[in-house]
């Protein structure tokens, strides 16, 4: 199979551009640094024309409304949403915070929370001594977790 | 001098958590049948453990400026779960300064009980995700309030160097501090700072207070004397109308020159002209205010 090359620059297509032009359909074939790019759309980035492949964002509606449609826009436009987003004072542009559970995490979590729930009985039981060592013990426990 | 050691002049701390159920999209981009099936699952897994309100109106309530459709109050925790608004599910707790990390710790035990049930939507490098970019990361916003009635006639310095937006409400009753970005910074780092942030403020506001009673308390006086006036013998209030003498009403409560209402009375007003319609009118009887010099 013959491979093609961008109509005015001679590299590899990157985008197929139709449009209607004396009742006929054409098709204009162009690379990524193409030209005619920045003509048609005033810019010259691919990443102008990149669609989220699960939910159809594109990079206009993302840059506009700072929303995402779904989890695949985060791997779509992975360099287009760190440039939008605030820089924090950390100077670090990564998640460093709380990750999802695995199944012993789930298991201390559950212990926790029925830690909490005795708390609670003990102290609407006016059970303030109980209330203590519990208190103590989830203390103990969540010492070596985040925060 | 103003007394500021009531529980109405408290700083509060807003913990707000974001989470997005895994494969769906996010709310905004849901199809019909997708919102009943995420709708029905929440309900399945909330209803057991929580109590379920559903506004008269659908997406007109606010809770803390964001619209729901139905609310779920944790039975036995302060806990309150909005599904399906801009993320598939919005916790808030709401938590005393001192009480910031237990809280936090109490929101994030339900929510990892929550997660047995389905996958988060998570991305090493973002974090959790969610529908509004801002909020990817730990998802995570820690607003702080301060009962500030008296903050129209002060000039605070707001902490520095914090990576915090200021919102002033309207009226100028509560002045609030809310991180921007979590991404890049622990959960820890976020109370942290919040924390001290908000306690910051209200120590400078509490001294700029003390001194505006000593050097303006005539004007002040004045301002307090003429929303009774005028909250007294108005036709019908709207929340407008409270938004500009609302303020005023807490100071002269406050120092015992309005009579006859109480501060919880004056925030029961105020909590009613928040969940209203803009122009409904308030059925407050205030005519039983006196004024003592």
Known sequence: MKHKDCDNCHQDIAFCYKYLEKGGEKRLEMCAQCPKLREIYGETSPHAFLRCPECRLDVHELRRTKECGCASCYSTFESEIFSLLQKPASGETVHIGHKPQTGSDLNLSEKISSLHLALNDALQHEKYELAAQIRDEISSITNGRAP | MIDFTGLLQNAQMVLELRRNIEPYKFTHKLSDADKKEIGDLLKEILEPQCVSYTPSQPESELVFGHKVRTLYKHASRPIVIAPLSEDHLHFFTIANPSELFSAYDSLIAFEEELSRRFTYAFHDKFGYLTAGIDYAGAALTVKSLLFAPLSDYCTLQ????????????????????????????????????????????????????????????????DRAVRALVIVKNALCLTKKDLDEHLPHLFVGVQNGWVRNITEAELFAVYAQALSSDPLARLQHDFTSMTFSP
């Not at chain 2, 160097?161 to 009226?171: I, K, Q, Y």
């Not at chain 2, 976020?190 to 400078?204: D, F, S, V, W, Y």
């Open chain 2, 158 to 221: 707001f902490p520095p160097g914090m990576e915090f937006v200021l919102g002033r409400t309207s009226p100028p009753l509560f002045l609030t501090l809310c991180n921007i970005t979590s991404l890049g910074v622990t959960e820890k780092y976020l109370l942290e700072t919040a924390k001290r942030g908000i306690l910051e403020l209200q120590n400078e506001y509490r001294s700029a207070a003390r001194e505006l009673m000593k050097t303006s308390s005539l004007e002040i006086k």
